[in-house]
């Protein structure tokens, strides 16, 4: 089992930027990354020469199947203007961001480079959804998975399923994830769906007034959320709204030895944990309620950073789907195994309670371009922990952050603990 030593170089965090999220006909991946390095670039507070920056480490899962387009790095690395450095793509399914992020901390650590870009992308409305689906589940164990018909909807509610034997939750309970994620994504203006699920239900009434059809008789986000219609069953227990979406967009972060962080600016944030773990294929699990990697990657990371659960004010979690941010809430050590859903019931992970989780949104309502997730992630938590995030700041000081990103069902699992430091 690797120990959990401390960084040989310390590595912070410089820059950060993103595209908006959402489905844009007109647009590729390179088209995303352009705006995404564009974006980090402006963010770095003294200036940047993008002539420093001496090599590329993308996250992308699957440009070729969705994008019919291989060999994505140098392609995107050209588009910002910075061949001819070193261009790497790292493919982790879903984890591919942060297995690229965590490839970036160690060329910084072992000295091999000061600065690096770290980029995720991922273009996924090209295809119908079933071919989206299809293109999805190449992350799962094909032969014993796939052929046995599950998907990934599938495979989520076969946890939550799992879980609500085990723990006693209701499909009701995964509601409460659904509506915290959308409160959130309503206060983010990268979001693909910036709305909340109040307003969503308004906009459905007014549409089918406007239309001079009959209004829907909800009144509330419950009866909303219940309706057959408006939120369908996906894979049961699972609904319409507790599936993160099929998104286009890119990430990016700009990193740089610890030592030279201050020519950049005057609050970098530093990367103190990093770690990352697998396990074997879902339908080899005694146990479905809880993500073994998620659980030893959260520990050695913990164990990196020299801190624990506790000390950690807000993380952004996998929430691919619902029951994922439930089962990672506890992976993570925020919860017991079987109270995360009750903490998402009494407001706990809310932005204003007392463990804030996914404040940007999360996957749900942010959106998931796959590739560029686990860096999407860490956009948000530098912005909170430079209390740069407007309308969805958390209140109060964000000294500790997490990232915890998740490939498929938690084959990969990749955490990141942050610092701001004064
Ligand atoms: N949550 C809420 N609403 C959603 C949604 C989501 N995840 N996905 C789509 N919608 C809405 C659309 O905005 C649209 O609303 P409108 O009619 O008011 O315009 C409506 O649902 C239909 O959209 P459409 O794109 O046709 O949906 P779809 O049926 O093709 O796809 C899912 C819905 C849930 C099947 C698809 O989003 C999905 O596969 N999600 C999971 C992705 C995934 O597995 N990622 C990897 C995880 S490991």
Known sequence: MPKSRPLLRGVSIIGVGMSKFGAFPEKNSRDLFVEAFKDM???????????????FYLGNFSSDLFEHQGHTAPLLLDAVGLTPIPATRV????????????????????????????????????????????????????PFEISAGFTFPGFYAAMATAYMAKFGMKPEHLMNVAIKNHDNGALNPNAQFGTTIQKWMEGRIASAIKKGKPAPNWTSIWDFLHDG??????????????????????????????????????????????A?????????????????????ASSQAYGMAGISASDVRIAEVHDCFTIAEVIASEDIGFFAPGEGFKAAEDGMTARLGGKPINTSGGLKSKG???????????????????????????????????????????STCVVHIFERRE
């Open 229 to 274: 219609y408006a939120n369908p069953i996906v894979a049961w227990p699972l609904r319409l709204f507790d599936c993160s979406p099929i998104t286009d967009g890119a990430s990016a972060l700009l990193l740089v030895a610890e030592e030279r962080a201050r020519e950049f600016t005057d609050i970098p944030i530093h990367i103190i944990g990093s």
């Open 91 to 142: 493919e982790n399914a879903c984890a591919s961001g942060a297995t690229a992020l965590r490839q970036g901390v160690m060329a910084i650590a072992s000295g091999l480079y000061d600065v690096v870009l770290v980029g995720g992308a991922e273009k996924m409305t090209d295809l119908p959804t079933a071919d989206v689906t299809d293109t999805l589940a190449t992350a799962a164990d094909v």
């Open 368 to 410: 998931h371009p796959v590739g560029a997730s686990g860096v999407a992630q860490v956009f948000e938590l530098w912005k909170q922990m430079r209390n740069e995030a407007g309308e969805r700041q958390v209140p109060g000081d964000v000294p500790l952050a997490m990232t915890h990103n998740v490939g498929a069902t938690g």
């Open 41 to 55: 670039t402006g963010s770095v507070d003294k200036g940047l020469d993008p002539a420093v920056i001496e090599s």
């Open 276 to 296: 990352q773990a697998s396990d074997t294929a879902l339908h080899n699990r005694l146990d479905l309620t809880s993500l073994p990697a998620a659980k030893l």
